[in-house]
């Protein structure tokens, strides 16, 4: 099978923010960057069909940063090779997924994997506009997949349960978390990752579909809220406590 | 959550150690951490993580592929230990073990068929090792040793007794050092060999999480070709000198935990209306410990790139070893304050990791050793003859 995993370059989830001065991008000064979590959940499930069924299992990134980093990590957890277009600025959503359909458009490959979202800028809409420009059929939000020759079933998270749908190759998906358990790269694979292929493809140029005017900082209102010792009050409180403060 | 660097000892890093690193780092966060507190107390080793280790790489990382390792160089092997101690001073004596003590020597003195038996395997885990050159008796000063081994027709007889050897009981193979001819040698002892007994030490306060043991052999008969290629004490020396490299690593994971922990208590805690972080006397202790780990991160890449280089010597590494043990367990002991009553707990890493490094301080060489060996390198004058 072949295989492509679509990947992006994000802000570890745990590094504190702060916007640049230009008002309308993070300053990246001290910010570790990251594989995005959800792109492993997409990596694991590509490399498992490549194990259990052959082929080859590309990655591919498109960023106006130097992202070979992530690249060497999706190739030490099992990608054969990987493709890097280098955008000359912040690139849109729109930019990405025109770029990642122009240059696979010719390779025929018969899954496109995405993580459901990238956790920097949360757009959700790259999965879907590939495939809109691929002319290919795509799911979200899958958590469960399964591959036979070119039928595709896959299950996805909807408000309060799971749909099951079906589809056929080529075809893109969007990983959830819980579509598998994504593996540790090994020191032997991360070894072997330098020598396996990185092509840099030049950036297919088209105008951004979204201009960021601004980006600011959330800010942190304290909203009170007042409970008595009734039962359906503490149990309020333990909920709180739990889901929203998260701090039980 | 990002590890304190002042220095930005990340940039003397290559990518692949960067990117290995952050593995171990997540694998102990994922892995290690969340359960280790309990293994401490109930005094288990948590033996489900053994073979995860050895998917990672971790025990094969200086050695070459061909024998199941990765390749990979000093400062690489470092930054893994340093991780695992991070999680417990007891993840990291398992990997020293079965990677300096028992992959080294094989690997260094052993036959070819030697190193094909049991080098993957302890790559892999498949088999775990253990190092036996301590005795009851016998400490700080192994050339006393008074385990023996004896020529006979098919092989050599060992009589004698080990002790303090971390993974004994649970080992499939021993790497024994045993006098011939009265002379130190090294021989493998395959678990199962009659007249080789192994029973654990129970009652430690200090490595809970690890297992420690005897070795016992009472008219225990190897094969001839169990015999490693080297005499006299610079064989286990030089085994020794690799885990002790490494232990420099981990006492700077340890300090770390300790120090990590200790920053978020002290801008946390609030006393007299304010976050303890907020008083001179707190400021000066996680001073003093962003300064010694600083201090010992830098000691550490540049002893391994002079390891990378062939230029290291033991005495490069006993300075490492003693500096930074001793410094993380001066951290440990400030953590415990800082932390108040909270630092006996074991919600908190301090109490535990404060503990291990008393024994770390004087395994594997003890504190006053190192100060010795440098002695002797100042003045040329050995105080330990």
């Not at chain 1, 990405?96 to 757009?123: W, Y």
């Not at chain 1, 039928?151 to 589809?167: F, M, N, Q, S, W």
């Not at chain 2, 171990?24 to 280790?36: A, C, G, K, S, T």
């Amino acid at each position: 099978m072949n295989l492509l995993v679509c990947v992006s370059r994000v802000p570890d989830t745990a590094t504190k923010i702060f916007v640049g001065p230009d008002g309308k991008t993070i300053d990246s000064k001290g910010v570790k960057y990251i594989l995005n979590p959800y792109d492993e959940f997409a990596l694991e499930e590509a490399i498992r069909l490549k194990e259990k069924n052959g082929g080859e299992v590309t990655a591919l990134t498109v960023s106006a940063d130097d992202a070979t980093d992530i690249l060497r990590n999706a190739l030490a957890m099992g990608a054969d090779s990987a493709i890097f277009i280098k955008a000359p600025a912040e690139p849109d959503s729109y930019q990405v997924a025109h770029n990642i359909a122009n240059s696979v458009k010719d390779k025929n490959f018969d899954l496109i994997f995405f993580g459901r979202q990238s956790v920097d800028f949360d757009s959700f809409q790259i999965p879907s506009m590939v495939a809109e420009l691929l002319n290919i059929p795509s799911v979200s939000v899958v958590s469960k997949l399964e591959v036979n020759g070119s039928k595709v079933i896959a299950e996805r998270d909807i408000e309060g349960g799971k749909e099951t749908v079906e589809l056929s190759t080529p075809c893109a998906i969007s990983a959830q978390k819980g579509l598998n358990e994504p593996r540790y790269p090994k020191l032997p694979d991360i070894m072997k990752a330098k020598k396996k292929p990185i092509e840099e493809v030049a950036f297919f140029q088209v105008d951004a579909a979204v201009e960021v005017i601004s980006i600011a900082l959330p800010v942190n209102k304290r909203v009170g809220k007042i409970l008595g010792d009734s039962d359906s009050d503490i149990n309020e409180i333990v909920r709180s406590l739990h889901e929203d403060a998260k701090v039980i | 959550m990002p590890m304190s660097d002042f220095f930005y000892t990340d940039d003397l890093l290559s990518d692949d150690e960067i990117m290995f690193r952050n593995i171990v780092r997540d694998f102990v966060d994922d892995e290690v951490i969340p359960i280790i507190e309990s293994h401490f107390q109930n005094a288990t080793y948590p033996s489900h993580l053994t073979k995860k280790l050895a998917n990672l790489g971790v025990f094969g990382i200086k050695f070459p592929e061909h024998y199941g390792g990765s390749g990979a160089g000093y400062v690489m092997y470092g930054l893994a230990m340093q991780e695992l101690e991070r999680g417990d001073s007891a993840i990291r004596s398992f990997a020293s073990v079965q990677s300096s003590l028992v992959m080294y020597p094989i690997w260094r003195y052993g036959s070819e068929s030697q190193k094909d038996k049991y080098l993957k395997k302890l790559a892999e885990a498949e088999f775990i090792g253990c190092f036996g050159l301590t005795e009851p008796d016998f400490g700080s000063n192994p050339a006393g040793m008074i385990t023996t081994a004896t020529k006979t027709s098919q092989g050599f007889l060992l009589n004698g007794a080990k002790m303090w050897i971390t993974n004994g009981t649970v080992a499939d193979v021993a790497v024994v050092w045993a006098k011939l001819d009265g002379e130190i040698h090294g021989f493998i002892v395959d678990k199962g060999t009659p007249g080789f007994t192994a029973p654990e030490m129970k009652g430690k306060h200090s490595l809970r999480a690890s297992v420690t043991s005897e070795l016992i052999f009472q008219d225990c008969e190897i094969p001839a070709e169990n015999i490693l290629n080297i005499s006299g004490l610079k064989g286990p020396l030089s085994c020794l000198t690799q885990a002790r490299y490494g232990i420099a690593w981990g006492a700077v994971g340890a300090a770390l935990a300790v120090y990590q922990s200790s920053v978020d208590y002290a801008k946390s805690r609030i006393q007299f209306d304010k976050p303890i972080g907020a008083f001179q006397l707190v400021q000066e202790k996680l001073v003093y410990m962003l300064t010694e780990i600083s201090k010992a991160q830098l000691v550490n890449i540049r002893l391994g790139r002079l390891m990378e280089e062939g230029k290291a010597t033991p005495q490069h590494v006993s300075f490492a070893k003693r500096n930074n043990v001793e410094m993380a367990l001066n951290c440990a002991r400030l953590a415990r304050e800082i932390h108040g009553a909270n630092g006996i707990l074991g919600e908190y890493p301090i109490m535990r990791h404060a503990a291990n490094l008393e024994s770390v301080k004087t395994y594997e060489g003890t504190h006053d050793i190192h100060t010795l060996i440098l002695g002797h390198y100042i003045t040329g004058l050995p105080a330990y003859q």
